[in-house]
């Protein structure tokens, strides 16, 4: 397990944009590491994850609103939401593991269980 942190989140006006950060006490050159929003009064989703081999994957909802990229020299992993709209409005948490969250790719089956370190999760409060 890595320890992660976010930051980045805060209220924000619908349209705007924000970069989220998830800091890794450690290489993160091959994690898959990814986003989750946590919603009020709706599950836990993934929005955009990246595999160990550095490949992007978003939900198909998310294209073109979201941007995974990691900063391989800081150890960072970072999220860029264009466009915010209210219904961006959760805590996202960062998570890591060694192994690909998912057997198939975001959006096409389950989220592997036991992922390895999850973060306390940054707010976004997206107000129209």
């Not at 998570?95 to 370190?117: E, K, M, N, Q, T």
Request: net charge negative; with cysteine.
């Amino acid at each position: 397990d890595v320890p992660l942190v976010e930051s980045g989140g805060g209220s924000v006006q619908s349209g705007g944009n924000v970069t989220l950060s998830c800091a890794a006490s450690g290489l993160i050159s091959l994690l898959c590491m990814g986003w989750f929003r946590q919603s009020p009064g709706k599950e836990r989703e993934a929005v955009a994850t990246m595999t160990g081999s550095g490949i992007p994957q978003y939900d198909d909802s998310a294209k073109g609103h979201f941007s995974i990229f990691k900063d391989y020299t800081k150890n960072i992993l970072y999220l860029r939401i264009n466009s915010l709209k209210p219904e961006d409005t959760g805590m996202y948490h960062c998570a890591a593991d060694v192994d690909d969250f998912y057997r198939y790719g975001l959006g096409a089956g389950p989220l592997r269980p036991g992922i390895g370190s999850w973060g306390q999760g940054t707010q976004v409060t997206v107000s129209s």
